[in-house]
């Protein structure tokens, strides 16, 4: 079995660390695969749906924020600021992160304001959908 070691930090914990089949990542383009073997690189990640395998067990999902993935020989860095297992995300916080975050979009704002608040609506959609999808 090929396997790689992956750590994913985020900014207030270790998420996980450990050995890893298959890596998917959100990125820009949609979904990027790592699996053991990849070449050396660096990309930016994108809020999103993270996925994971684990060997011996079963797919794990969480849903990140925007941060960075760094491969190198056999070994896999995953930064983010924001790493959350679906069970953690709370529906209704993230609806109301969404709301605030839309109204503040279509206010007339400085427009550092506006990306601001695009990066948050960004995550909060991110979150919802991995959320739901988990509870399916």
Known sequence: MNTFQ???LASDRN???GPCESLILPVQ???YGVQAGHCNMIAAIYPGKLSYWVPGEELKIAAVSEGMVKIENNQVLVLVDTAEHPEEIDLKRVQLAADH?????LQKQQIWEYRTAQAQLSRAIA???VRSDSVR
């Open 15 to 17: 998420f996980y660390e």
């Open 6 to 8: 992956l750590s994913i």
């Open 127 to 129: 979150r919802m959908k």
């Open 29 to 31: 383009e949609g979904s």
């Open 101 to 105: 975050a839309r109204e503040v979009m």
